[in-house]
């Protein structure tokens, strides 16, 4: 029970980080018609918000106090949100061409970058390993449930949206804790 409440808080922030930034790149201005700084700050929002999640999931991974930040590769984790950050933009982008294609989109991208952050829970260099299989099952869950959030906000269901966004944000990061804590050959 004390691991799924430590993974409800960084999930919790990755929930908050995703909703705020698509409310800021979705103002009511229109999709096409968006501030550039509305656009500057929900990429921000989204690269903080990402930061603080990985961190906070290290840390649970590790047993070690949700803020604690000595020990922490920050500057990997801030690479791999930046990276996070770049992916969910671009499925955005694609969103408003075809659905299906940025799914598909967001399901591989999430892959590579579930990857490299495993690569970076387990302690071994960002980029020491760029594909691996056993992260398609959460990031297939991640990409589903981002995809049904998206058209859920667009029929001005908001609320449902969001809920099976935080409920399959949790159980990816239910099933990655569970991955990064198991030592595999380098």
């Known amino acids: 029970m004390r691991d799924q ?20 790149v979705r ?30 999931a290290y840390n649970v991974i590790h047993d070690r106090g949700l803020l604690d930040l000595q020990g922490v590769p ?19 982008v694609l969103a408003d061409l075809n659905g ?7 399901l591989v991208l999430l892959i590579l970058e579930h990857t490299l952050s495993d690569n970076v829970f387990k302690g071994r260099d960002i980029f020491s390993k760029l594909l ?5 099952g959460f990031s297939l869950v991640e990409a589903v449930g981002a995809a049904i959030w998206l058209v859920l906000v667009e029929v001005n269901m908001t609320v449902v949206g969001i809920v099976i966004l935080v409920i399959a944000s949790f159980i990816e990061h239910m099933l990655a804790v569970a991955l990064a804590r198991k030592q595999t050959a380098l």
């Open 5 to 24: 409440l430590r993974i409800a808080v960084f999930t919790i922030v990755e929930g908050a980080a995703l909703v705020l930034w698509l409310a800021l």
């Open 27 to 56: 103002s009511d201005a229109g999709i096409y018609q968006v501030s550039t700084g509305s656009l500057v700050a929900g990429i921000a929002v989204l690269a903080i918000g990402f930061t603080i999640e990985h961190i906070i």
């Open 74 to 92: 920050i500057a990997q984790k801030a690479v791999v949100s930046l990276i996070e950050t770049v992916i969910w933009a671009v499925w955005l």
């Open 100 to 106: 299906i294609i940025a799914a598909i989109a967001l």
């Open 132 to 136: 691996d299989a056993r992260t398609i």
